[in-house]
């Protein structure tokens, strides 16, 4: 239920943007050229500019516009819809110059200007009215949580910090005498239960009458992994894997993610050919050592395997050992610096995903030493070998920038298992798109 309603809110932004795109190229026309010729001028704008506003909802969903989580700040949507246009008035004059001679009996330069305008204004708009709309009372869900857990505060946390979800939190610790009666009057829509109460057969009996008023049941660790996209690792026992983890469901995926691996490496080692010569060159003239790094990672089910970079450190960056990467690292060489926010270091990995060794989505791939260390520190830390480690990741685009401890490890972990729960050809195409960004963006690290 959870997930969707949160699904719905997505889709109905969509269609809103969707229809004001359309909208506001209508009135584009009737201010360009008046109302009386505007539908004479429909007929031949719709065809390209149907294929620009292709192009713009995908900008939109890299920019993580359709995230709820995302859109709260009213100066942070206007600065990033405003980047969001200004990408797509770019991708626009190219796509127009190209299609140019294919629409002769327009020229669609003279409108894109006022169409970015008026359809800023109007999605910004939209936007505002649907956030505020959302949030209010009238399509509000009542969530009410049983039992006593140390997850409790944290759900309430993201649910107080998200409120476009459009969740009220009501918190019960002591069960009800009669809690059908209880969720009648506060009109309770999901029910959360945490793990002790769970257990308890009488209050099973009291949950499960409640199920005839319609109401949504959910695990506490459940809504939790719905609202934040992770997996409170902390507080989920092995049956958890058990439940949720089943291999033989996903054979079909993992069939067609390594032909597509395969292709999409080859793909890149083709082009990468055009810049590689000019990288290794640069490489070797900043400082001595080689041009390959070289490192044992783990990969699936514990193996290792030699992981390759572009050398983006100085030589002999750990002669007194394994040292966690770290922001600002005194190790990294100037251009290993552009190496890394371009993530063109990562260029001979694609040659491990060739091999097998990795994907190009997946948990990333963490040293021996290190695995050694956490899997002592951080439950079920070794459950995130049971896929390929990958190019990017879930964990790299939602958790902290670097895993240079205990604490960030743990976060990342939470979005891996999420990851490996949830993957599918739709999460990775997701995750390469935003990877993409990041990339273009010079954001990577």
Same mark, same amino acid.
């Given at each position: 239920? @959870? ?53 713009? !909802? ?42 140019? @001679? ?42 009410? *949580? ?41 009109? *309770? ?42 997996? @409170? ?8 894997? !058990? ?110 995903? !060739? ?7 997946? @948990? ?67 995750? *390469? ?13």
């Amino acid at each position: 239920m @959870p997930n969707f309603i949160i699904k719905t809110k997505k889709l109905l932004l969509l269609i809103g943007d969707i229809i004001i795109l359309y909208l506001s190229l209508f009135l584009t026309l009737i201010f360009r050229y008046g109302f009386d010729s505007a539908s004479d001028q429909w007929q031949s704008t719709l065809m390209p500019f149907t294929i620009i506003f292709v192009l713009w !909802l995908i900008i939109f969903f890299i920019s993580d516009m359709y995230d709820l989580k995302t859109n709260q700040g009213n100066v942070n949507f206007v600065n990033l819809l405003l980047k969001s246009f200004i990408i797509n008035g770019i991708i626009s004059v190219v796509i127009f110059y190209f299609l140019a @001679p294919l629409f002769n009996s327009i020229k669609p330069q003279r409108i894109l200007i006022i169409d970015l305008l008026i359809s800023f204004a109007l999605i910004w708009s939209w936007r505002s009215f649907f956030y505020q709309f959302i949030k209010s009372a009238k399509v509000s869900n009542n969530v009410l *949580i049983l039992g006593r857990s140390d997850l409790t505060p944290l759900l309430r946390q993201e649910i107080e910090g998200r409120p476009q979800l459009g969740y009220k939190l009501i918190i019960c610790e002591d069960i009800p005498d009669d809690l059908k009666i209880y969720c009648v009057e506060r009109k *309770i829509d999901i029910l959360i239960i945490a793990n002790e109460a769970r257990k308890d057969q009488e209050i099973s009996k009291k949950i499960f009458d409640c199920l005839s008023l319609g109401i949504d049941v959910f695990p506490l660790s459940g809504f939790f992994e719905q609202i934040t996209n992770k997996i @409170p690792v902390e507080f989920i026992e092995h049956d958890w894997f !058990l439940e949720n983890l089943s291999e033989n469901s996903k054979k079909a995926y993992e069939i067609t993610k390594r032909a597509m691996d395969v292709i999409l490496a080859i793909i890149g080692l083709i082009v990468s050919l055009i810049f590689t010569p000019f990288i290794a060159l640069i490489i070797k003239l900043e400082s001595p050592g080689p041009i390959i790094f070289k490192q044992v990672r783990t990969g699936k089910n514990g193996k290792t395997f030699l992981a390759m970079k572009f050398r983006s450190m100085i030589d002999k960056a750990e002669k007194n050992g394994p040292e966690w990467a770290q922001k600002n690292d005194a190790r990294v060489t100037k251009f290993g610096k552009i190496l890394r926010k371009t993530r063109l270091d990562e260029i001979p990995q694609l040659v491990n995903i !060739l091999r097998g060794e990795m994907s190009f989505v997946g @948990p990333r791939p963490e040293r021996p030493e290190f695995i050694e260390i956490l899997t002592q520190e951080i439950p079920f830390y070794e459950e995130r070998l049971l896929t390929k480690p990958g190019l990017t990741g879930w964990a790299q685009l939602k958790g902290p920038s670097y895993g240079g401890s205990k604490e960030e490890s743990l976060e990342k972990l939470k979005y891996d298992l999420y990851y490996i729960k949830h993957r599918s050809f739709t999460l990775d195409v997701s995750v *390469i798109l935003k990877t993409l960004r990041l990339v273009v963006g010079g954001k990577g690290q």
